[in-house]
């Protein structure tokens, strides 16, 4: 009898520690650091693009992920890779710099790209009519991009690219003609990424002014390794 209630409290006694586990982690992420471990995503480490719902906003994204990577060794990723924006406002909030995202000391993590707190850098062939926030201003040679000025801070090499940045010359409706063919093939993000190699493969003029000559040459390397669908076009 008396060991039977021994077991016994040894089971609620288990149960109570487990308990008091959990009211610690649910307390202190109710202070916020939940929170912190997944707004510090962006520190400088990664650069978030939001290609807006339109041909010309994805070809333009990925064209500069193309560039960044391989021109400046920079980790770009599109947000929409898991979110579709449909509110202009959802996208001016997401440039917003919170202290926690410039704060070292807190413990980073990666929220995910469909995480609601999911930070934004750069947009191309923007077209909405609403305020942007103070820390993002316009394209300097092409008033359709939105930049952060944490990219002006933290990759001033890619902010350079950026006020550069012309796509008035480059043939859209070639390149849309592209997009629509490349998705019969493939998925929506390789058939983008082929966009891009075919429009650097055949527009050199066009984009060439926009980087330096060390990502000129490293970008011509890489091209000419590419065999995938944009490689073997005969236009």
């Known amino acids: 009898m008396f060991t039977g209630n021994i077991k016994y409290i040894k089971y609620i006694f288990s149960f109570l520690i487990v308990f008091f586990l959990l009211s610690i982690a649910c307390t202190a992420e109710g202070q916020g650091v939940g929170r912190a471990h997944q707004s510090t995503e962006f520190r400088g480490e990664q650069i978030r693009s939001a290609s807006l719902d339109t041909k010309n906003s994805m070809i333009q994204t990925a064209i500069f992920q193309y560039i960044g990577k391989f021109g400046y060794e920079k980790n770009i990723k599109d947000v929409n890779g898991r979110i579709q924006f449909s509110d202009p406002a959802d996208i001016v909030r997401r440039f917003t710099v919170t202290e926690e995202d410039i704060d070292k000391s807190l413990e980073r993590g990666d929220a995910g790209m469909g995480s609601s707190n999911s930070r934004i850098h750069v947009v ?14 316009l394209g300097a040679a092409d008033s359709t991009i939105v930049i952060s000025d944490d990219i002006v801070r933290d990759h001033p090499e890619l902010a350079v690219v950026l006020n550069k940045w012309d796509f008035s010359k480059a043939p859209l409706e070639k390149l849309e003609q592209k997009a629509r063919q490349f998705r019969e093939a493939a998925d929506r993000w390789i058939a983008y990424n082929e966009v891009a190699i075919y429009f650097l493969l055949r527009n050199e003029n066009v984009w060439s002014p926009w980087v330096s000559v060390d990502a000129k040459a490293k970008i011509d390397v890489e091209l000419a390794r ?5 490689a073997q076009q005969k236009d």
């Not at 590419?226 to 944009?230: F, N």
């Open 124 to 137: 191309f062939a923007w077209e909405g009519e609403i305020d942007l926030p103070a820390n993002a201003k």
């Open 226 to 230: 590419e065999q995938g669908l944009a």
